[in-house]
């Protein structure tokens, strides 16, 4: 048996002329399914249709906008009409907020318009999808939330409503994989963190702000845009068939980062109030760069990461004892001097990545 294998199988990816989406289709198609790829952009969804064309299986272009039922309804319907069948949905059309703002700051008309697109959509793309999957008694649905999902992004950049929409299906997911459970079905979430794409290429050319990112991340890396690709085959695949209403997070180590940070931060800031080690230890192992004249982390300015970090970890802190750890770590005059003149620069670099991952909707 190939669990990995989709011969005789189709999919219907949203979404699939360009960033991820496009990755998905590609991947299906390498594994052996045809392809219906539907995106707003018809231009791109025929390119994404002769791309699975391409790798030797049957692929069809469909216009849609996931916004509008009847073309849903009409997307859903062609594919079984031209393709046979309907067996995977990769649920994955989606928009970012199209400015940084806060809650006070956020016009209606932008909420409404992400949560139409990246809420409304996952709704509409799944109910009609469910309607064949149900008739037939298998399928599979990938709907494609985020890392922001799982956790604010705000001590990166602000995101209200495409992160309250990738919550949201989220937890989507979790009631449709216990509603069609026993009738063949599973639905899964798939949560990418930061991915380079041909959407995100401009938005983090910026070497400050990769810097920046790149400093976030725990594996110290963006990821490439294929590497996508085996995680949603996974889900795709028989390799997933006892799993349902699952959230998979691809993000670097991402959501791991209130661990994450308490170890870099111990490793910094984890010193006696003398500057010459480690609490409870000789000194010199883990000394803080910071109170030795200063220091670079990953290349960038050690004022400007601490700034980041501080701000990361206050604002992800689960535990009382975390957020005391973390405040009781460093007594040096240097860092907490450090810190404060931090502020404004880790402020002003907080909203440049804000602006810059703003910029693209497949960026994260």
Known sequence: MDLFGLEGKVALVTGAGSGLGRQFSEVMAEAGADVACADIDQASARAAAAAVEGLGRRGAAIGCDVTVEAEVEAMVTRTVEVLGRLDILVNNAGIADPRALLLHQYPTADWRAVLAVDLDGVFFCAREALKVMVGQQSGKIINIASMWGLAGSSSLFPALAYNAAKGAVVNLT?????????????????????????????????????????????????????????????????????????????????????????????????MTGDGKGPAGGAGGAWWCPGCRGGGRVAGYPLARVMAVVTRVMLARSRLPRTRARWTGMCWSPRLAAMRRTAASEGEQLNWQVSRAVMASSQLM
């Open 174 to 270: 979790r009631e449709l994989g216990l509603q069609y459970a026993k009738q063949g079905i599973q639905v899964n979430a798939l949560c990418p963190g930061f991915y380079q794409t041909n959407l995100s290429r401009g938005a983090i050319d910026d070497p400050q702000v990769r810097a920046t990112i790149t400093a976030f991340i725990p594996m110290g890396r963006i990821a490439e845009a294929a590497e996508i690709k085996g995680p949603a085959l996974f889900l795709a695949s028989a390799a997933s068939d006892y799993m349902t209403g699952q959230t998979l997070v691809t993000d670097g180590g991402c959501c791991s980062a209130t661990r994450w940070l308490g170890i870099l931060a111990s490793r910094w800031v984890g």
